[in-house]
Nanobody, 121 residues
Framework: QVQLVEFGGGLVQAGGSLRLACAAS????????MGWFRQAPGKEREFVAS????????YYTDSVKGRFTISRDNAKATVYLQMNSLKPEDTAVYYC??????????????WGQGTQVTVSS
């Protein structure tokens, strides 16, 4: 059974930084792509970033390109999201997800419980 647990959310001022982490259980972490998604109040969940099994290929939604960086440590079964130059519109619950293949694209079949990120202006 796969479990994903996110860490690192919190309250930060605009322009600040946060680093999210998502720890995965199970021995096959390194075989699968991983993704980060977010959901703001009153909005649908949206894709933020993803990474393939090796860490060599990454994808980002346009609004976070140049500000966010996704990475992974397969030895620690953990995926990270470094968020810099945060904006109030980045405020959301952030979720990590495990893909069903090694590619850095969906579909995603396992989800964490989410961690709140709040950016004050």
């Amino acid at each position: 059974q796969v479990q994903l647990v996110e860490f690192g959310g919190g309250l930060v001022q605009a322009g600040g930084s946060l680093r999210l982490a998502c720890a995965a259980s199970g021995r096959t972490f390194s075989s699968y792509g991983m993704g980060w998604f977010r959901q703001a109040p009153g909005k649908e969940r949206e894709f933020v970033a993803s990474i393939d099994w090796s860490g060599a290929i990454t994808y980002y939604t346009d609004s976070v390109k140049g500000r966010f960086t996704i990475s992974r440590d397969n030895a620690k079964a953990t995926v990270y999201l470094q968020m810099n130059s945060l904006k109030p519109e980045d405020t959301a619950v952030y979720y990590c997800a495990r893909g069903s293949t090694g590619r850095g694209q969906g579909p995603y079949e396992h989800w964490g419980q989410g961690t709140q990120v709040t950016v004050s202006s």
